[in-house]
T-cell receptor, first 111, second 112 residues
């Protein structure tokens, strides 16, 4: 069953612009995580935000979490062509024991 | 550099064959997972394991089984491969639910 839903499904921007991806979920969570997947490869863990946190930064990444709206956003600042990938949110539900992934946002950064 | 290693990047098997997908992690993680990824369906959990010799069904276990005889190795078995099992298979491990997963590079399986 899908917990997280990413929006938009696809995003195309120019190098140097910021990219924002959103994720909505349905149930209570312990934490929410963002992953990146280059074409045909495995997923790479980017950042984890716990349910009692509202914002977290890692390099050019900024993640926010609004548990009242059950939503999260991932902002990539000053994007580069190398950021082209699919980005997934995943939720660690309080009632469950493993991560549930959304279907991802395909980000294309044009040079 | 810590890693999760999947034995094959690409695999082509015939319908009815028994298929073994191997996954090994070198991080001493307790938890290991098998997902399949299909266009439009995202990642779906097949099986997972929280300890040696234990296994739990995920969302789509039908047609699959798993084996975890040693902590570092988690094998996915397709008992009798079918064309609808053509997919990308991803193995992952984690220390616990409060930590991120480390994924292998994936195995693209084609059943003909």
């Amino acid at each position: 069953s899908q917990q997280g839903e990413e929006d938009p499904q696809a995003l195309s921007i120019q190098e140097g612009e910021n990219a924002t991806m959103n994720c909505s979920y349905k149930t209570s969570i312990n934490n929410l995580q963002w992953y990146r997947q280059n074409s045909g490869r495995g997923l790479v863990h980017l950042i984890l935000i716990r349910s009692n946190e509202r914002e977290k930064h890692s390099g050019r990444l900024r993640v926010t979490l609004d548990t009242s709206k059950k939503s999260s956003s991932l902002l990539i600042t000053a994007s580069r062509a190398a950021d082209t990938a699919s980005y997934f949110c995943a939720t660690d539900e309080t009632s469950g024991s493993r991560l549930t992934f959304g279907e991802g946002t395909q980000l294309t950064v044009n040079p | 550099d810590v890693k999760v290693t999947q034995s094959s990047r690409y695999l082509v098997k015939r319908t009815g064959e028994k298929v073994f997908l191997e996954c090994v992690q070198d991080m001493d993680h307790e938890n290991m997972f098998w997902y399949r990824q299909d266009p439009g369906l995202g990642l779906r959990l097949i099986y997972f394991s929280y300890d040696v010799k234990m296994k739990e069904k995920g969302d789509i276990p039908e047609g699959y089984s798993v084996s975890r005889e040693k902590k570092e190795r988690f094998s996915l078995i397709l008992e009798s491969a079918s064309t609808n099992q053509t997919s990308m298979y991803l193995c992952a491990s984690s220390l616990s639910g409060t930590y991120g997963y480390t994924f292998g590079s994936g195995t693209r399986l084609t059943v003909v």
